[in-house]
Antibody, heavy 119, light 107 residues
């Protein structure tokens, strides 16, 4: 069974950093592109970015490129999202997702990690 | 960035209707279009990929189509369990972009 489990969320003060993890199981992690999507309270889905199998290509949505860093550890089957200079606008549920090979659709999602930025 | 204009924002439908949700891309996306269903408090689930292909385990009452740069998700004879919010996603060029979502209520 394909499983993605996010962790590392919580309450963080404005201006601080936070790193989310996504543990993958049930599939060959190093064969897939992986991505992050977030959803602010009561809002729609926002694509954050993606990383390819060997981390040689990482794409971001432009507005988050200077604040967020995506990485992965294939030996640990884990995807990461390092977030810096957090503001209230970054309060959201953060999902990791697996990208299907050819269509780049997101065919498996984690349950989400909640991040609240507040003093 | 490619803009995805999704409509309607919300709709209420009966169980006998055919429900149609559309997403219009601001430019050609070569069918790199997928549809997702999200229920309250849950993560999104893939319904359709490559504009018309049904994801594993998705009921056949869901279908996808394209006309020009407008993509449609159709639900034939929806079930009460199909209530939720539906999103389209273009993955033709980065940044990938989602439609704003359609909230479907079944009565």
């Amino acid at each position: 069974e394909v499983k993605l489990v996010e962790s590392g969320g919580g309450l963080v003060q404005p201006g601080r950093s936070l790193k989310l993890s996504c543990a993958a199981s049930g599939f060959s992690f190093n064969d897939y592109w992986m991505g992050w999507v977030r959803q602010a309270p009561g809002k729609g889905l926002e694509w954050i970015g993606e990383i390819n199998q060997d981390s040689s290509t990482i794409n971001y949505t432009p507005s988050l490129k200077d604040k967020f860093t995506i990485s992965r550890d294939n030996a640990q089957n884990t995807l990461y999202l390092q977030m810096s200079k957090l503001g209230s606008e970054d309060t959201a549920i953060y999902y990791c997702a697996r990208e299907e090979d050819y269509s780049s659709s997101l065919d498996a999602w984690g349950q989400g990690a909640s991040v609240t930025v507040s003093s | 960035d490619i803009q995805m204009t999704q409509s309607p924002a919300s709709l209420s439908a009966s169980l006998e209707e055919i429900v149609t949700i559309t997403c219009k891309a601001s430019q050609g996306i070569d069918d790199y279009l997928s549809w997702y269903q999200q229920k309250p408090g849950k993560s999104p689930q893939l319904l359709i990929y490559d504009a018309t292909s049904l994801a594993d385990g998705v009921p056949s009452r869901f279908s996808g189509s394209r006309s020009g740069t407008q993509y449609s998700l159709k639900i034939s004879r929806p079930q009460v369990d199909d209530s939720g919010i539906y999103y389209c996603l273009q993955s033709y060029s980065t940044p990938d972009t989602f439609g704003a979502g359609t909230k479907l209520e079944l009565k």
